[in-house]
């Protein structure tokens, strides 16, 4: 098992910037495939971005594409997401996820989340 904290998340004017963190603890966090999804009120959870064990291939949403970053340091066990040119759009409750695929199955974690308002 994995345990993640997220922090980072607050108030942030239109077209300013935040970098969310997840910290994990437990079992080996470099096995982990480590996603950030988000959820605005009234609306499903969404995948934003997605980064591999190694780091070596992201994944992201179009609708952040060339504003957001996900990157990861193994050797802290923590996840980042660089979050540039924000909207309003962008407001929504933040969480991190670890997935693993084990014996057939794959399993996953989450984080409680981070509120990110983006208003002026």
């Known amino acids: 098992q994995v345990q993640l904290v997220e922090s980072g998340g607050g108030l942030v004017q239109p077209g300013g910037s935040l970098r969310l963190s997840c910290a994990a603890s437990?079992?080996?966090?470099?096995?982990?495939?480590m996603n950030w999804y988000r959820q605005a009120s009234g609306k499903e959870r969404e995948l934003v971005a997605a980064i591999a064990s190694t780091g070596g291939m992201t994944n992201y949403a179009d609708s952040v594409k060339g504003r957001f970053t996900v990157s990861r340091d193994n050797a802290k066990k923590t996840v980042y997401l660089q979050m540039n040119s924000l909207t309003p759009e962008d407001t929504a409750v933040y969480y991190c996820?670890?997935?693993?695929?084990?014996?057939?199955?794959?399993?996953?974690?989450w984080g409680h989340g981070t509120q990110v308002t983006v208003s002026s």
């Open positions: 437990g079992s080996t966090f470099s096995a982990y495939v």
């Open positions: 996820n670890a997935e693993i695929y084990l014996s057939g199955t794959w399993y996953h974690f």
